[in-house]
């Protein structure tokens, strides 16, 4: 029972991973089933078993990237253990290396919404519980430092859109990045690793956080 359970999982996994090479590179309107069975190892038939339809295997793969999304960013952000400088430093962090994980993901996730704007409400479906558990909270603790004379007083809306903003764009525009800083660099990552610092610093910086005394 336990092979039978893990053949399964094994199987799923393979078809979602092949999924997403197919979604990332060619797009929804240009990915085909009958490729992500083929390279997934399985039947046809077999893929429509697990997942039924192109549009359920789609939501699948974003629905799971914004539920990894939204895990990484609230163990760190929502971690009370931590003070809200160290929160909003691996908050910062960790979501631009999701995205260096994950760099096909913006490009995909803005095409997809350019071109089928039906899709904006899967998105949005399965990104809402993450921004209102995240939000509500950051923005009291936010206002209680702020109360304090501790930090800035600023919109927690516009504080995580400031971040995704920022971490998002080296992966959006990388063949112009890449072009304007010619040689600044001896290759790309080295700018990321610089460019994911100045992007902490940036949001710290708009917050001011100073240590309570």
Same mark, same amino acid.
């Given at each position: 029972?336990?092979?039978?359970? %893990?053949?399964?999982?094994?199987?799923?996994?393979? @078809?979602?991973?092949?999924?997403?090479?197919?979604?990332? =590179? !060619?797009?929804?309107?240009?990915?085909?089933?009958?490729? *992500?069975? =083929?390279?997934?190892?399985?039947?046809?038939?077999?893929?429509?078993?697990?997942?039924?339809? !192109?549009?359920?295997?789609?939501?699948? @793969?974003?629905?799971?990237?914004? &539920?990894?999304?939204?895990?990484?960013?609230?163990?760190?952000?929502?971690?009370?253990?931590?003070?809200?400088?160290?929160? *909003?430093?691996?908050?910062?962090?960790?979501?631009?290396?999701? *995205?260096?994980?994950?760099?096909?993901?913006?490009?995909?996730?803005?095409? =997809?919404?350019?071109?089928?704007?039906?899709?904006?409400?899967?998105?949005?479906? &399965?990104?809402?519980?993450?921004? &209102?558990?995240?939000?509500?909270?950051?923005?009291?603790?936010?206002?209680?430092?702020?109360?304090?004379?501790?930090?800035? !007083?600023?919109?927690?809306?516009?504080?995580?859109?400031?971040?995704?903003?920022?971490?998002?764009?080296?992966?959006?525009?990388?063949?112009?990045?890449? %072009?304007? @800083?010619?040689? %600044?660099?001896?290759?790309?990552?080295?700018?990321?690793?610089?460019?994911?610092?100045?992007?902490? =610093?940036? *949001?710290?910086?708009?917050?001011?956080?100073?240590?309570?005394?």
């Amino acid at each position: 029972m336990n092979n039978e359970h %893990s053949n399964l999982q094994s199987t799923e996994a393979r @078809i979602l991973q092949a999924a997403e090479k197919e979604f990332f =590179e !060619k797009g929804y309107a240009g990915a085909r089933t009958v490729s *992500i069975a =083929e390279a997934a190892g399985v039947t046809h038939a077999m893929l429509h078993y697990y997942f039924r339809t !192109k549009d359920k295997l789609f939501e699948q @793969i974003v629905a799971g990237k914004i &539920n990894m999304l939204g895990d990484i960013i609230l163990s760190a952000i929502g971690d009370g253990n931590l003070p809200l400088e160290e929160r *909003i430093r691996q908050g910062v962090e960790r979501h631009f290396d999701f *995205i260096a994980a994950n760099r096909d993901l913006p490009r995909f996730i803005v095409n =997809e919404v350019l071109s089928r704007p039906n899709h904006i409400e899967i998105m949005k479906r &399965n990104a809402l519980h993450i921004v &209102n558990s995240l939000l509500g909270s950051l923005q009291r603790e936010i206002d209680e430092y702020a109360a304090r004379g501790l930090c800035r !007083k600023v919109d927690a809306r516009m504080l995580l859109i400031d971040i995704v903003s920022l971490n998002v764009f080296p992966f959006m525009a990388a063949p112009i990045v890449y %072009s304007a @800083i010619g040689d %600044s660099y001896s290759n790309y990552d080295e700018f990321l690793a610089m460019r994911k610092k100045e992007n902490v =610093e940036t *949001i710290l910086n708009k917050l001011k956080i100073q240590r309570p005394c």
